[in-house]
């Protein structure tokens, strides 16, 4: 399976940005897909994960209420939607495929994207 991620940006703090991965080469509807995130000199944390066919979602405490994922099947594309941004989310975002549910290691998923940047600006 191939990720690519996108829609990264620089934004101000309280603004919003969409991130889109597309899968291709998969049964896209097989895997739970993960968004994690690394800012400079930390590790990559899990952000939030979607089961296979959309209907549980899981979030790191800290984007609780303000991320929103989801994923449409038909287009092989799992959605990140974050509002109410703050500096601190600023890193590289990276949407991933696995197998199982939940797991927020990252050893736990078999695929990655490239990774998008995401800068937030106070």
């Known amino acids: 399976v191939q990720l690519q991620a996108s829609g990264g940006g620089l934004v101000q703090a309280g603004g919003s940005l969409r991130l889109s991965c597309a899968a291709s080469?998969?049964?896209?509807?097989?895997?739970?897909m993960g968004w994690f995130r690394q800012a400079p000199g930390k590790e990559r944390e899990f952000v939030s994960v979607?089961?296979?066919?959309?209907?549980?979602?899981y979030y790191v405490d800290s984007v609780k209420g303000r991320f929103t994922i989801s994923r449409d099947n038909a287009k092989n594309t799992v959605y990140l939607q974050m509002n109410s941004l703050k500096p601190d989310d600023t890193a590289v975002y990276y949407c991933?495929?696995?197998?199982?549910?939940?797991?927020?290691?990252?050893?736990?998923?078999?695929?990655w994207g490239q990774g998008t940047q995401v800068t937030v600006s106070s």
């Open positions: 979607v089961s296979q066919r959309g209907g549980s979602t």
């Open positions: 080469g998969g049964t896209f509807s097989r895997y739970v």
């Open positions: 991933a495929a696995g197998s199982r549910w939940y797991d927020p290691d990252v050893h736990a998923y078999d695929y």
